[in-house]
């Protein structure tokens, strides 16, 4: 089931190479299945990146949880 597309980064007018940023997202989610994939696409002036990450749901209840790609 896909919850939607969310907006990311929008308080970043410029990324430098190399430069390291982080944003948050809070999702309320419908129930609890075994694990979540979590894909992470951006598009800038034609370049594109992503990354997927599968995250297990044991013991996340109200807390941060950070996707790394594999």
């Known amino acids: 089931m896909r919850l939607g597309t969310f907006s990311v980064f ?7 190479t190399g430069e390291c ?3 948050e997202l809070l999702i309320s989610l419908p129930q609890v299945p075994s694990a ?3 894909e ?9 990146w992503q990354s997927r990450a599968i995250v297990e749901s ?3 209840a109200g807390k941060r949880i950070s996707a790394r790609p594999t």
């Open 10 to 16: 929008e308080k970043h007018g410029w990324i430098e």
């Open 21 to 23: 940023v982080q944003d």
């Open 36 to 38: 979540y994939k979590l």
């Open 40 to 48: 992470f696409r951006l598009v800038a002036k034609g370049i594109v």
């Open 58 to 60: 044991d013991g996340i």
